[in-house]
């Protein structure tokens, strides 16, 4: 089973300010089957990065996502006001199931 | 547009079952899986479990196996989770989505409060 750990906990940023979210897995995920969601308070998680570095539709072209094997970032080059949220990273396409990091709160400075 | 539909919010008790669906439109239902996702208060995702919409082929979160089914009804487009022997840690959102195993979920249902209390 595959765990991810998510890093920091809290990034409190300013609007404006570039966001850095990193995601480490326990062991290589295979063909970069890491997807990124964004959630807010009382709203269902929304799938922003799919095969690492894809961006799902609608996205905004200041979320973009990189990495391979077992590091990944989410990187925000602009943080907008809607973008305070929680963000988890999440690993499919294995036999075994999905995993979900345990989420990166970012907060406004 | 793709939509996914859950039912309504459950009270149950300890010991007892819940069966949650998720109706979907706005693509054709066999094409892709359902996945299950909870979150309990103030806590992460969990991943229970995925049902290919296309062959029934279920794959459960080890942690749930025993306790929950996924099933589907392509007649009708919609999904179903029952999770059994409810415990007070069970009281979560549970969420349906579009996708999974070698596809992220995509759309995702409103959530469905399930509250286990006695």
């Known amino acids: 089973e595959i765990v991810l750990t998510q890093s920091p906990g809290t990034l409190s940023l300013s609007p404006g300010e570039r966001a850095t979210l990193s995601c480490r897995a326990s062991?290589?995920?295979?063909?970069?089957?890491l997807a990124w969601y964004q959630q807010k308070p009382g709203q269902a998680p929304r799938l922003l990065i799919y095969?690492?570095?894809s961006r799902a539709t609608g996205i905004p072209d200041r979320f973009s996502g990189s990495g391979s094997g077992t590091d990944f970032t989410l990187t925000i080059s602009r943080l907008e006001p809607e973008d305070f949220a929680v963000y988890y990273c999440?690993?499919?396409?294995?036999?075994?199931?999905?995993?979900f990091g345990q989420g990166t709160k970012v907060e406004i400075k | 547009q793709v939509q996914l539909v859950q039912s309504g919010a459950e009270v149950k008790k300890p010991g007892a079952s819940v069966k949650v669906s998720c109706k979907a439109s706005?693509?054709?239902?066999?094409?892709?899986?359902i996945s299950w996702v909870r979150q309990a208060p103030g806590q992460g995702l969990e991943w229970m479990g995925w049902?290919?919409?296309?062959?029934?082929?279920?794959n459960y979160a080890q942690k749930l196996q025993g306790r929950v089914t996924m099933t589907t009804d392509t007649s009708t487009s919609t999904a179903y989770m029952e999770l059994r022997s409810l415990r007070s840690d069970d009281t979560a959102v549970y969420y349906c989505?579009?996708?999974?195993?070698?596809?992220?979920?995509?759309?995702w249902g409103q959530g469905t409060l399930v509250t286990v209390s006695s």
């Open positions: 989505a579009s996708g999974g195993f070698l596809r992220a979920l995509d759309y």
């Open positions: 706005g693509y054709t239902f066999t094409s892709y899986g």
């Open positions: 049902i290919s919409a296309y062959n029934g082929n279920t």
């Open positions: 062991q290589s995920v295979s063909s970069s089957y």
């Open positions: 095969g690492a570095s």
């Open positions: 999440q690993q499919y396409g294995s036999s075994h199931g999905m995993a």
